[in-house]
């Protein structure tokens, strides 16, 4: 687990616009190889994903899965993992998800990193950028 993931994190908009209500994101640890994922939380919507830090080719990346959302449990067929690149610096994490047109959803960890190493040079494998900052304490 990266302990600088840990915590809260309030979501920054891409066009700079004043949110009156941020969406938060909760990562918090659930033992020493998992995190536990809420997001947005305090919402109708939030969804609880369950994340692996891991290493592909020496850079680290946050293997995630959804597990359910604010109605319970989501069905084993719709527990599809994404991959997720991330760096933190002081307040600020950066996030890029997998580009699905690129990269689609998948039911296995192994047939993730199969596709994910098929494609690892492709320039588009990464999203559009997701910021959030911690909030003061």
Not at 78 to 89: E, F, G, I, P
Not at 99 to 126: C, I, R, S, W, Y
């Amino acid at each position: 687990v990266d302990e600088a993931l840990l915590g809260v994190w309030h979501a920054v908009p891409a066009d700079s616009a004043k949110q009156s209500a941020p969406q938060v994101a909760l990562i918090q640890k659930f033992c020493d190889k998992m995190y536990l994922i809420q997001y947005p939380v305090q919402t109708e919507d939030s969804l609880y994903f369950r994340g692996y830090r891991v290493e592909i080719d020496g850079k680290s990346y946050l293997q995630i899965q959804l597990v359910g959302t604010d109605k319970g449990p989501v069905k084993e067929t719709d527990r599809k993992y994404d991959l997720a690149c991330y760096a933190v610096s002081g307040d600020m994490l950066e996030m890029r998800l997998l580009n699905t047109q690129v990269v689609p959803k998948l039911g296995t960890t192994d047939a993730l990193m199969k596709v994910f190493l098929e494609k690892k040079a492709d320039p588009a494998l990464f999203g559009e950028v997701l910021r959030f900052r911690r909030p003061p304490r």
